[in-house]
């Protein structure tokens, strides 16, 4: 049994692809203003905001429980509306041996979309794939698609 692993979702948005983005990789510490009950806080840990190697550490809530994840900020692509985060501290790493989150958002058509995808490798055989992180990303998703909508 494999402990390397890939989730992927695409999510419709209403927002405009490129204000989803903006948000991601320029504003992550705007997440808590939107859904502070998923994302109570957003803090800079080193570098600067919408730059690649910041590090952001991220306070979530999944099932009443709090969590940290400190990340490194990979690639910013404003071309390909893409961002990459590896965690390289906190909750996830007790479970993960490594943890890389890529959104992407981008145009089918007329629509907006977003894709998730999260890349790991499972400490154990043990440890579950991180389906309720990934239910939790897009139900965040949605949060800030209303907001968007509605500024």
Known sequence: MSLVGK???????????????GVWA????????VSPAKIPKVHLHGGDWG?????????????????????????????????????????????YKSFKVIIQSFLKGEATWVCWTFEYEKLNKNV???????????HLNEELDDHLVQT
């Open 26 to 33: 320029k504003r992550p510490h705007h997440i808590s203003n």
């Open 128 to 138: 579950p794939h991180p389906n309720k992180l990934l239910e939790f990303s897009i």
């Open 51 to 95: 730059t690649v190697g910041s590090i952001v550490a991220c306070h979530y809530v999944i099932d009443g429980k709090d969590h940290i994840a400190k990340n490194v900020v990979e690639t910013i692509d404003d071309e390909n509306k893409t961002i990459t985060y590896r965690v390289v501290e906190g909750d996830l790493l007790k479970e």
């Open 7 to 21: 989730l992927t979702t695409e999510v419709l948005m209403v927002a405009p692809h490129h204000e989803f983005h």
